[in-house]
């Protein structure tokens, strides 16, 4: 079907910024809604809400840093989540490229953390954290959590 088109046309839909920016959050978010729930509304006491929280951390630099963290490298509590303390792990989510860690997180802010007025994550912004942060681990992520200037 690409063959049949003008080659230019071709070329731009082929290249990799286009196939980047259209990585669909939604379709990503499926993965998060086995543990967060489809609503992101989590399972207290095991799943923390992607709620308000997640708003709040979205709209400071230190937030960011930590969201992106979370869900490339995973997070080990004791970690605090609108306010109720919580023990658990949550596993790095795997096979993901910046893109759609990008687009994953802007889902999670357009959806479940309603109203939020955080500029959305792109995936220049995903690999420089990722660049700052080889080695870190779920435990030293979790650790995070309590120095975020958000809580
Ligand atoms: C296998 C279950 C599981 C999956 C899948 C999962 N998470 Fe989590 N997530 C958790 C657990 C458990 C925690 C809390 C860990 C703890 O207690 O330290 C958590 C914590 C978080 C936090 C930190 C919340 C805060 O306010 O500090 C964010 C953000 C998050 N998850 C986002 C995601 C996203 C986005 C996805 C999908 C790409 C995802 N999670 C997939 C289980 C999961």
Redesign the pocket.
């Known amino acids: 079907m690409i063959r049949r088109l003008p080659p230019l046309l071709a070329a731009a839909l082929l290249a990799a910024p286009a196939a980047a920016q259209t990585a669909d959050g939604a379709a990503?978010?499926k993965?998060?809604a086995?543990?967060?729930l489809a609503t992101g509304a989590g399972v207290p006491g095991?799943?923390?809400p992607?709620r308000a929280?997640?708003r709040a951390?979205a709209g400071k630099p230190d937030g960011r840093h930590?969201?992106v963290l979370?869900?490339t490298k995973g997070?080990?509590?004791?970690?605090t989540?609108e306010g109720k303390p919580?023990?658990?792990?949550?596993?790095a989510?795997a096979g993901?490229n910046d893109a759609q860690i990008a687009a994953?997180?802007n889902h999670?802010l357009a959806t479940s953390a309603k109203g939020g007025t955080a500029k959305p994550f792109t995936a220049a912004e995903v690999a420089q954290v990722k660049a700052g942060a080889a080695g870190m681990t779920p435990a030293a992520i979790?650790k995070l959590?309590a120095t975020l200037t958000t809580k």
Not at 75 to 79: D, L
């Open positions: 990503i978010y993965r998060c086995a543990c967060h095991a799943f923390p992607l929280d997640i951390l930590y969201l979370v869900v997070v080990s509590g004791p970690i989540v919580y023990r658990g792990v949550m596993p989510q993901l994953v997180l999670v979790g959590n």
